[in-house]
């Protein structure tokens, strides 16, 4: 039941909110944001509130919404409210506020203000454990910053349950990673649910902020795409499941934030969710139709582009079907829908929504007549956002669509002109929809035709530029009102009585009446489909005369206007069938209508396919009115077809045969196909006319003869010069332009007076045809300037007079098209031809350039135009420069060019004649004549443009013009001095061109190609690079001699120093990559034939080279640091690494001294080469530094600048610190020692000679140290580069590498390898198998050297190699290092008198045993004894003599090892020895620390190792040795006795427990021993005092291992031991008496009441010592005092009522309170008088003994009888025994209390008569001693005292 109720109360006191225990509270009040829990534990809510309080205003100030909380959580009020003293409802209320405090205050979390207002409700309301969830999920967005995690550290143990994955980081208080939120959210649905509800709460009372959106957003998507990856299953049935049960939790938290109008942010974030879900869900098209609705429904002006792009993604879903109503009612009001859609489809795919969206916009435009959507419809379709299929798709219901309306649908007629107009755009339209939208057109399904005529307009597109003027009218009809569209037939009926003269024949403008009618024909043809008799009233006009057609044009003239003009597609096919119609009437047989078939056959090339099918039927109507024989051709009536043409050109008539076999051979044939195609009918007349021979007819014969192609060709061009309609010029001359020649006629000879008529028009003139016409004038530009071919002089010189006519400046597209035909026909060209017409444009260019410059003034007074005139004139020079830029222009040409401004540049630098004189070549003060700056600009131009056309004529097809270029070059800088300009541009031209044909004289493919030294080329050169300051021109002038460098050496050798200095200057400090290039190139090129040439002549390359490198080395500064390595790399290269490499890097060094930038890059830069070459290299300027030293420097004066006169040492001194400084770093490269690794494997030659340049390296940088030795910074730099020498090589490498070294006969080179070889091994890693393998087996070649040689400093070097290779590897090969352990402990290096020597040999051997284990056992006999021997003779300390102590320490260090690893080895023998020889040592004084912590490591490695036996009997054998050598060697004795007895189990100890109990013994016995020599000081009696703490703690660890029965004999020989000394010997039985109880002391203390019965064994000799003592002797004193507290601590610890039994207490207790009698005076009493009575202060140890036994006998009995005892003692004479007994009265009631007042009535007659006693001491603490009766009784003793 108990039980039972304490589990209640326990649970109670859980779940309670308020606690009476402080801590608790102090504990909850402590939990801060802010302050630590120190601090907050002691602050009060007073103060806590002011600080809060600001920080909440300074909140105020930033935001006015958290003012109303100044009255509610933050008012003065809220400092005395506790949520434990409210009701529910007061908390419902308070947490409602704090949530929406919350909420607002997490924008700010970032701010202190912010965490201070946090902190007041953390402090007040303790919301860190009563609004947990809100307080977590507003500092979650900020779940990184450390604030977060000091939340951690104070919320409760128990947190809500969505957030117990936080406890792993509350316990680590670390800030969780982004990632285990997201994964709690996948896994967790109630957390993904916490942190949405939260965030759509906060949006809704628009306390929303962008960190809160974006981490719910964040986490949102990451969960959905997990969620839905989770949710993945085989089983179609439970993927939908899962997809379902996803989106009825998700669903209704997207569906509220989509549809947050006031929350943009949240809605795109939503938008960003359900994209995913949408995409990786499968999801059907319901749903996805209800979030694209509940999108469109929500969204804002802001959030329309996002929402957009959510409803692509969702659409691209969906299956393909239009959008639903209420979407498509809200995407029609967004702003330029379409140009959005087009400017989303660019970044991603829309086309499903756009697809669905048109689909949905046409159906609405059907049903409710809303055309707003066509704009949207044209910019989907010609935006590219749709498949072409869907392109299609659309276009197709569009078309469908307008077929739907009528005049019921549309009685206003303004949809159907809104989608004419839509329809008419998209068919017009070029981009890449164009081809499909065409297709779609013309796939046939749809009657286009019906439906053009329908909407008044030309839906399929017509090659004409605009829109005809007939689809404007029909525009314009179509806006008419609807009485006017109907009444045709009335306007008609009014036609047939008006009498209306149309002309007879053709004419471009004809006239108003044929518009008229032409107006008319439209409208009826409109109708025809609904009205065919219109079409029939309409053709018998009187107007038109149809009946008399077969002898007046006018009829077919009318037609011909028609079906040849800018007439839509129906009216053009409705005149063709009129006209074939009226031919099938019988008064028209025997008529030959040639006139007509050129027109006919310009119908034939229409762009619609319905005319060409009205025209084909037309022209087989023609074929059938041919004659059957071809004899009745001739007899046929012409038509009369010439009034069609203006009078005086008429065309010539054509023969009836060949209009026959015209028509039969070729047309007919072929009109299936000219309908399917509209270009076949070109090419049928280009295969028929100009390789007409190769056709035949059925009959086998040709079908046109030559004389017959060649009419037929001059008929129809006769046609082309003489109809006045421009359309069918246009298209005959398409048709004839193909046709080159038909015999020996060119087109040319027949086509040219047209190309004349046309040239000769105005530009205003043609501007006014080609508008009525609706023709594109570049079209029939073209067309004309194509008449002229190529090679035909006639046709050619009128291109290039329409060129050079002024009168052209004003038609610039004639002028374009001319250059344009010309450029087109130059591949065709001869090449005189071409020299000719290119000299013209070269003159046209030159003149046209010219004209321009005349003053202003002066073309004002000469009259001429400057406007049109002048534009027309830079257009003529603007395209002969582009034709003579685009065209293949020959050398000779060229050259003619060049000769052209070599003349006019000399004309302007040469003196006059009179004056001529003789001047150098670069002489810049030349007498030159006097130029206006206008002429001098003009002669810079031709220049400039000539120049232009050689380097864009690819100058290296023309290496002839080199000899030319450089006479330019030279003319240049000539002329540079008149027009006071360096002409930078015009130079590089030149020396572009020049370096573009140098490589042809290099490859010597054309023998004749020569470049001759006496030129003076490189001169000039050199003069260019020198005089100019254009980089440009410098870096093409330094390519063109690094080219002729290696084509014609000789032409630039002997300028090449001046260039290299030069480039140092200039070309070098340039920072862009063309100038590296540059300077790459020259390198490369000039210095290879420089170096031969110095090869050559015997002179030394490195001297000669010096002036070169000293140039790129005082460059370097100037140098980009980019471009510094690649520079230097590609000097280096060109060079050559092996022996110029070092000589640049000690120029380097030289030049800027030792820094890190040089050191670094010298590193870098030679890291580039291999390993043989770092190797050279690094040898190569080793030698050069030692050269520095020399008497006499060679290398060193001529690259460092060392002279051999008189020196400054302090010069040569930094000059070769400098060096010094950077060597060390070439030998550390990562590159250097993996290619040194790599090559050692190999073993080859190449690796010799790596293996001699290392040994060469090792020995020089050896004697260089030794050289600079006496230079401390020289030293440390060879000592840094020995070091990085060592690491390059592997170690088997580098024993191969100094084996040579090492059979020299200098000892000193070889003690020096020996030591980097000791380096080296300390530097290896164990795990190296190679190391291992060469190491071992240069062991024995290292013993052999200890064994032979003679020189004790290299046989201490061997054995220190032989220690490290030994404790590295040699467990892998013990033989060997058995055998170096013999001959070390041999006579020839243990056995040496060099103590050195032996300290090495000794610290070898020790590591040799870890190394051989037992293999080193043959040994040990020999060294063991020499070790113990060494030991002692390092203590042999004379008067002038000091410990040795490296061969004390080494002697010891062996020991140990032999201890660690072999201890059956350290005999009896060995070990007294060694204690004895440790005792000395301890008693060194001169012994530093290092010697005693090796003697004590040494000791307590043979406590833990040797036999237990043999180590405790050498210590009880050794005891008497060590108490000899004193207090420090007895502390180390007891010391490694305690380690022994803590290494060895029980069982050990307990077997050699005898030899343990005498040790013991004898340590207890010390103080007695020491007694014995002599008075012992304060301060021995310290030490033996510490000893025997020391002991009795080891005795006590001892007696841990043993069990009572072994332990009980030894206790009783302890307390009888004492005794066994003879009885005159007091003083010793005193000594060990005291000695024993200390221990018994402790061990009571220790062990307490588990040892109390151990108290019989002591009690008769405590009370015997007790009663026995003098106090007036000191040693007896103490040993009273040490009993009494023995006795104490038994007491203290009793347990088992052993001082309850009478025989015990009855033994002990007379005699303690009988010692009260031996009390002394107070400390305040006269302490001259107690000092003569020798009393005894008895308040330490006795009083707290009897109190003790008074507590442990727990009898009224036994304390009664020590309260007698005790009160007789206050009837005692002396005022101290009094005294005594007061005190300990007080210190029993103190301890027993009420149980000890027990016998109070026995007291109080002694308390009154101690109240008036005489001692003033007894009196005052007897006073005490009441008061502390009355605080225990609670009452006072006044009234039993009266």
């Given amino acids: ?549 077969a002898s007046d044009s006018t009829f077919v003239a009318f037609f011909i206007h028609i079906w040849c003009g800018p007439y839509p597609t129906l009216a053009r096919a409705a005149a063709l ?308 830029k685009n065209v293949d222009l020959t050398t000779d040409v060229l050259a003619h060019f060049l000769s052209s401004i070599q003349t006019r540049t000399k004309t302007a630098t040469e003196s006059p004649p009179s004056k001529r004189r003789r001047t150098s070549p670069s002489n810049a003060d030349r007498g030159t004549q006097v130029y206006t700056p206008a002429e001098l600009n003009k002669i810079l131009r031709d220049i400039t443009f000539v120049l232009q056309l050689v380097e864009g004529c690819n100058p290296r097809a023309h290496p002839e013009l080199l000899h030319s270029l450089f006479d330019t070059l030279g003319e240049l800088q000539r002329f540079s001095s008149v027009v006071g300009s360096e002409l930078g541009y015009l130079q590089n031209l030149v020396l572009t061109s020049l370096i573009a044909m140098v490589p042809e004289y290099k490859d010597k493919t054309n023998k004749k190609l020569e470049i001759g030294s006496s030129g003076g080329y490189g001169d000039l050169l050199a003069n260019c690079i020198q005089k100019t300051t254009s980089p440009i021109v410098q870096n093409s002038a330094l390519l063109l001699i690094a080219s002729l460098a290696s084509a014609a050496p000789d032409v630039v050798l002997h300028s090449v120093m001046p260039i290299f200095t030069f480039m140092g200057a200039s070309v070098l400090r340039q920072n862009d990559d063309y100038s590296a290039h540059v300077v790459n190139q020259t390198v490369k090129e000039v210095i290879p034939p420089l170096m031969a040439s110095l090869r050559k002549g015997k002179r030394n390359p490195i001297a000669g080279a010096t002036e070169l490198l000293g140039s790129f080395v005082t460059a370097y500064e100037h140098i980009p640091s980019h471009r510094k390595q690649d520079l230097f790399v590609s000097l280096v290269n060109t060079l050559g690494p092996a022996e110029f490499l070092f000589a640049l890097i000690a120029m380097l060094v030289d030049k800027y001294e030792a820094s890190a930038n040089i050191i670094s890059f010298t590193a870098d830069l030679l890291s580039v080469y291999g390993a043989d070459v770092q190797l050279q290299t690094a040898a190569q300027l080793l030698a050069l530094i030692g050269d520095i030293f020399q008497p006499r420097p060679e290398l060193s004066s001529t690259l460092l600048g060392v002279g051999d006169d008189v020196r400054d040492k302090d010069d040569v001194h930094k000059t070769a610190l400098r060096q010094l400084a950077v060597f060390p770093s070439l030998l550390s490269g990562k590159k250097l020692k993996k290619e040194i690794g790599e090559l050692a494997e190999q073993d080859d030659m190449q690796t010799s000679k790596m293996r001699e340049l290392y040994a060469t390296l090792l020995k020089d940088t050896l004697a260089l140290a030794d050289v600079v030795k006496g230079e401390k910074d020289l030293h440390e730099c060879c000592g840094s580069a020995l070091a990085n020498l060592l690491n390059l090589l592997s170690i088997g490498e580098f024993i191969k590498s100094v084996e040579n070294l090492l059979d020299k006969t200098e000892m000193d080179l070889r003690r020096k390898v020996l030591r980097a070889l000791e380096v080296r091994v300390d530097q290896e890693g164990t795990g190296d198998a190679a190391s291992r393998t060469a190491l071992l087996g240069f062991l024995p070649q290292l013993t052999a050297a200890i064994r032979d040689t003679e020189d004790l400093r290299y046989k201490r070097t061997a054995v220190a190699s032989v220690d490290k290779i030994a404790e590295k590897y040699g467990k892998k090969d013990l033989e060997a290092v058995a055998a170096a352990a013999t001959t070390i402990a041999g006579p020839e290096c243990l056995g040496q008198p060099d103590a050195g020597l032996r300290v090495m040999a000794l610290l070898c051997l020790a590591s040799l045993v870890d190394v051989l284990q037992d293999g080193i056992v043959p040994v040990l006999s020999l060294a063991v004894p020499q070790a113990i021997l060494y030991i002692e003779q390092s203590l042999d300390v004379g008067e002038e003599k000091e410990p040795h102590g490296e061969l004390h320490n080494a002697g010891y260090a062996f020991i140990t090892a032999v201890a660690q690893h072999l201890p059956y080895m350290v005999t009896g023998a060995y070990l007294d020895k060694i204690i004895t020889a440790s005792s000395a040592s301890a008693a060194t004084a001169d012994l530093d620390d290092e010697a005693s912590d090796s003697r004590l490591n040494c000791l307590r490695f043979l406590a833990r190792k040797v036999e237990p036996k043999v180590f405790f009997a050498g210590l009880e054998k050794n005891w008497a040795a060590v108490t000899e050598a004193g207090y420090e060697a007895i502390g180390e004795f007891v010391d490694i006795l305690s380690v022994a007895i803590n290494s060895h189990p029980k069982s050990v100890i307990g077997k050699n427990l005898p030899s343990l109990s005498n040790i013991f013994l004898n340590a207890l016995d010390l103080r007695r021993q020491m007694q014995a020599k002599g008075e012992l000081s304060t301060a021995e009696l310290g030490q033996i005092a510490e000893v025997e703490s020391q002991l009795n703690e080891v005795a006590l660890k001892m007696i841990y291992k043993l069990n009572d029965a072994a332990f009980r004999p030894v206790f009783t020989q302890m307390v009888e031991w004492p005794s066994q000394l003879g009885k005159k010997d007091t003083r010793g039985a005193v000594a060990r008496r005291y000695s024993v109880y200390k221990f018994l002391e402790t061990f009571f203390d220790s062990l307490k009441s588990i040892v109390t019965s151990y108290a019989t064994y002591i009690l008769e000799d405590a009370v015997t010592t007790l009663e026995g003592c003098d106090m007036k002797v000191t040693e007896q004193r103490q040993l009273w005092d040490a009993v009494l507290r023995t006795l104490r601590r038994c007491f203290e610890h009793d347990q088992d009522e052993f001082w309850q039994a009478p025989s015990h207490f009855g033994a002990v207790a007379r005699v303690l309170t009988s010692q009260l009698g031996r009390a002394g005076s107070d400390k305040n009493r006269d302490k001259a008088k107690a000092k003569a009575k020798m009393e005894v202060d008895v308040r330490e140890s006795l009083i707290p003994a009897v109190v003790e036994l008074a507590a442990a006998a727990d009898s009224q009995d036994h304390q009664k009888e020590i309260n007698t005892a005790v009160l007789k003692q206050l009837r005692a004479e002396h005022a101290a025994v009094r005294l005594a007994a007061v005190l300990c009265q007080q210190a029993l009631t103190d301890r027993l209390g009420e149980e000890w007042l027990a016998s109070l009535p026995e007291m109080l007659p002694y308390i009154s008569e101690l109240q008036d006693d005489d001692d003033e001491v007894v009196e005052r603490e007897t006073h005490r001693w009441i008061v502390k009766i009355e605080g225990v009784l609670g009452e006072s003793l006044d009234s039993m005292l009266q």
């Fill in 577 to 884: 069938d009129a006209v074939k119609k009226r031919l099938q009437a019988g008064d028209m047989e025997g008529k030959d209508f040639q006139a007509m078939l050129p027109y006919v056959l310009v119908a034939l090339l229409d762009s619609s396919r319905k005319v060409r099918r009205a025209a084909a039927d037309l022209l087989a109507r023609l074929g059938t009115m041919l004659p059957a024989q071809s004899g009745d051709a001739k007899k046929r009536g012409l038509w009369p077809g010439s009034v069609l043409f203006p009078e005086g050109t008429e065309p010539p008539q054509l023969e009836g045969e060949a209009v026959s076999r015209l028509l039969t051979g070729i047309v007919l044939p072929a009109l299936e196909e000219c309908v399917m195609h509209e270009e076949h009918l070109g090419t049928l007349f280009h295969s028929s006319l100009e390789s007409g021979g190769k056709k035949t007819d059925g009959s086998g014969k040709k079908a046109l003869s030559p004389s017959t192609r060649q009419s037929v060709f001059a008929w129809l061009a006769a046609h082309v010069t003489a109809t006045p309609l421009p359309r069918v010029k246009s298209n005959l001359l398409s048709l004839l332009n193909r046709i080159k020649s038909v015999g020996s006629v060119s087109r040319t000879k027949l086509l040219l007076p047209a190309f004349r008529w046309w040239a000769s028009l105005s530009a205003d003139e043609v501007a006014a045809l080609c508008l009525t016409e609706q023709l594109g004038p570049e079209l029939l530009h073209e067309r004309f300037a194509q008449t002229v071919v190529a090679n035909d002089s006639s046709g050619l010189d009128f291109l290039l007079s329409v060129i050079q006519d002024p009168k052209s400046a004003q038609r610039p597209e004639l002028v374009r098209s001319s250059f344009t035909r010309i450029r087109n026909m130059w591949p065709s060209m001869k090449l005189d031809t071409k020299s000719d017409v290119s000299r013209t444009m070269l003159e046209l260019y030159q003149q046209q350039r010219q004209q321009p410059q005349q003053p202003r003034q002066q073309q004002i007074e000469q009259q001429k135009p400057s406007g049109d005139d002048q534009e027309g004139q830079d257009i003529i020079a603007t395209e002969a420069s582009d034709l003579l």
């Fill in 1 to 549: 039941m108990a039980t039972s109720l304490a589990a209640q109360l326990a649970q109670i006191a859980v779940n309670s909110k308020s606690s009476l225990d402080t801590k608790a509270r102090k504990a909850a009040h402590s939990k801060s944001l802010l302050f630590d829990p120190k601090v907050a534990t002691a602050q009060s809510f007073q103060a806590l509130y002011t600080i809060c309080h600001d920080g909440f205003d300074e909140l105020c100030h930033l935001d006015a919404r958290f003012k109303p909380f100044a009255l509610t959580l933050f008012s003065e009020q809220s400092q005395n409210e506790d949520r434990t003293q409210m009701s529910a409802a007061e908390n419902a209320e308070l947490d409602a506020k704090v949530d929406a405090f919350l909420r607002l205050v997490g924008s700010r979390i970032r701010l202190m203000p912010a965490i201070r207002a946090v902190e007041w409700l953390v402090r007040r309301f303790r919301i860190h454990e009563e609004n947990t969830r809100a307080l977590l999920c507003t500092f979650l967005p900020y779940h990184t910053i450390p604030a977060f995690v000091t939340l951690l550290s104070i919320l409760p143990a128990q947190l809500p349950h969505e957030y117990r994955f936080l406890h792993p980081y509350v316990r680590s208080l670390t800030a969780p990673p982004r990632s285990v939120l997201v994964h709690e959210a996948i896994h967790k649905p109630a957390f993904l649910s916490a942190i949405s509800d939260y965030t759509l709460e906060a949006c809704r009372n628009l306390q929303h902020y962008p960190a809160l959106i974006s981490f719910w957003a964040g986490i949102m998507t990451e969960a959905v795409n997990g969620m839905l990856d989770n949710g993945r299953s085989g089983r179609q049935a439970v993927q939908q499941d899962n997809d379902q049960a996803l989106l009825h939790r998700l669903g209704p938290v997207f569906g509220e934030a989509m549809l947050m109008k006031k929350v943009p942010n949240m809605q795109i974030a939503t938008y960003m969710a359900v994209s995913i879900f949408a995409s990786k869900g499968n999801l059907d098209d319901g749903v996805l139709s209800a979030f694209m609705e509940q999108i469109v429904h929500g969204w804002t002006s802001e959030t329309m582009r996002p929402g957009l792009v959510c409803l692509s993604i969702l659409a691209h879903h969906r299956s393909a079907k239009q959008m639903s109503g209420k979407v498509t009612k809200a995407l029609i009001k967004v702003p330029n829908l379409g140009g959005t859609l087009v400017d989303i489809g660019r970044q991603q795919r829309v086309d499903k929504l756009a697809h669905g969206l048109c689909l949905a916009l046409v159906e609405r435009l059907c049903k409710k007549g809303d055309p707003r959507g066509l704009p949207v419809i044209r910019a989907v379709l010609t935006g590219q956002v749709i498949r072409d299929k869907q392109v299609a798709v659309v276009f197709k219901s569009l078309v469908l669509a307008a077929h739907r309306l009528n005049d019921e649908t549309d009685p206003e007629g303004s949809m159907r002109k809104e989608l004419g107009s839509a329809l008419i755009d998209l068919s017009r339209h070029t981009g890449d929809s164009s081809d499909i939208i065409r297709s779609v057109i013309e796939e046939g399904e749809i009657d286009i035709e019906e439906l053009e005529m329908k909407l008044d307009v030309s839906i399929r597109q017509q090659k004409v530029v605009g829109a005809p003027p007939g689809e404007d009218l029909a525009m314009e009809v179509d806006g008419a009102p609807k009485q006017l569209q109907k009444d045709v037939h009335t306007l008609l009926q009014q036609q047939t009585v008006r009498q209306l003269s149309l002309p007879a024949g053709l004419s471009a403008n004809p006239g108003s009446a044929f518009e008229e009618l032409a107006q008319l024909f439209l409208r009826v043809v409109a109708q025809s489909a609904e009205q065919p008799t219109l079409l029939e009233m309409f053709v018998h006009l009187p107007a038109l005369r149809r009946q008399d057609a």
